[in-house]
């Protein structure tokens, strides 16, 4: 049995959560929030990986497998027009929450 997802942190709840192509398919492909907010932070905010990988509370590793599958299914729905939608995923929101000994949530 896998052990269990440990949560990431997020500082971003996107307002949009779903993209449609102009001539509507029927597939769609799931973004989870965690894959977005590593989009956000390593091409958005243009920060290392490792940067971004504390930002999240993860491994740098475990960062780069959450990257690489969120720019694979972004990849998808731009080539194939796939309707992409945001949801889900082992997260936990701390928008502007001060944390012990942790930075606080910037750009949120």
């Given at each position: 049995m896998p052990r269990p997802r440990r949560l990431r942190r997020v500082c971003?709840?996107?307002?949009?959560?779903?993209?449609?192509?102009?001539?509507?398919?029927?597939?769609?492909?799931?973004l989870t929030i965690d894959e977005?907010?590593?989009?956000?932070?390593?091409?958005?905010?243009?920060?290392?990986?490792?940067?971004?990988?504390?930002?999240?509370?993860i491994s740098q590793p475990t960062f780069q497998r959450i990257y690489k599958s969120a720019r694979r299914k972004i990849a998808d729905a731009i080539v194939s027009g796939k309707i992409m939608r945001i949801e889900g995923g082992p997260c936990m929101f701390e928008s502007g929450m001060r944390l012990r000994r942790r930075r606080r949530c910037r750009g949120a």
């Open positions: 971003f709840r996107p307002r949009v959560t779903c993209y449609r192509p102009e001539i509507l398919g029927s597939e769609v492909v799931i977005v907010e590593a989009i956000r932070l390593k091409d958005y905010e243009d920060l290392s990986q490792i940067e971004a990988a504390e930002r999240m509370h």
